[in-house]
């Protein structure tokens, strides 16, 4: 079965440094591939969506990157402000016209002011 | 961009009783929606694809007869507690992609819901 894996350690650093997440998967080949930030007690907002084609997505401070051979997704904010502070979720998919979308985990930064 | 409201944004009710919860895509038309569940600290569980006009499809493991779906319109989406334990106890979540060749998804705020 499809396996995604992100860190589930939180990721703290310090205001104005770029924060790296990592995001993992196995047996899957998805289409696309998604990042989501969640707030405590909200709803995941979509960041960005990177298909299988492509090795890097930008977008304002926000950098995706996109290895199919590895199997891993990197998510980059650059110039982190406490205000990023938050869970970001990995979502796989879709991987047909199903639209369905399989998270991971995901990953709690925390920006020290 | 798309907006996705679910009402009530949280719920309290006893064991035995049934609670609905309601999702609604206020600037789109959705002929699919997802229902999910998310418990403190881990991620979103699929519960079931909502399908506009026809039968929801429900994820292995989630009991259909218990959590009732019903997408009546191209812009509502249902679900439907039964017979709620406090183990239903949980937040729950709604989403829908835009469509028109558009893969992400809009989530809706989400919905708490305390079983007592």
């Known amino acids: 079965s499809q396996k995604i894996e992100q860190n589930s350690e ?17 047996n899957y080949s998805p ?15 979509f960041l960005l969506l990177i298909r299988e084609n492509e090795k890097e997505k930008r977008k304002e401070r926000l950098k995706v990157t996109f290895d199919t051979t590895l199997k891993q ?12 502070s938050a869970t970001y979720l990995c979502a796989l998919g879709p991987e047909d016209s199903s639209y369905k979308l399989i998270f991971g985990s995901g990953t709690r930064l925390l920006v020290r002011p | 961009g798309a907006v996705v409201s679910q009402h009530p944004s949280w719920v309290i009710c006893k064991s035995g009783t049934s609670v609905k919860i309601e999702c609604r895509s206020l600037d789109f038309q959705a002929t699919t929606m997802f229902w999910y569940r998310q ?4 991620s979103l569980m699929l519960m079931a694809t909502s399908n506009e006009g026809s039968k929801a499809t429900y994820e292995q493991g989630v009991e259909k007869d218990k959590f009732l779906i ?6 509502l989406s249902t679900l439907t507690v039964t017979s709620a334990h406090p183990e239903d106890s949980s937040f729950y ?14 989530f809706g705020p989400g919905t708490r819901l305390t079983v007592t």
């Open chain 2, 70 to 75: 019903n997408h009546a319109s191209l812009t």
């Open chain 1, 10 to 26: 939180a990721l703290n650093i310090q205001e104005g440094k770029t924060a790296t997440l990592t995001c993992n998967y196995t």
């Open chain 2, 39 to 42: 418990f403190p600290k881990q």
């Open chain 2, 93 to 106: 979540i709604c989403s829908a992609p835009p469509g028109t060749g558009l893969y992400e998804q809009y």
């Open chain 1, 73 to 84: 997704s990197l998510f980059h904010i650059t110039a982190s402000q406490p205000a990023d």
């Open chain 1, 31 to 45: 289409a696309y591939l998604q990042w989501y930030r969640q707030d405590p007690g909200r709803g995941p907002v």
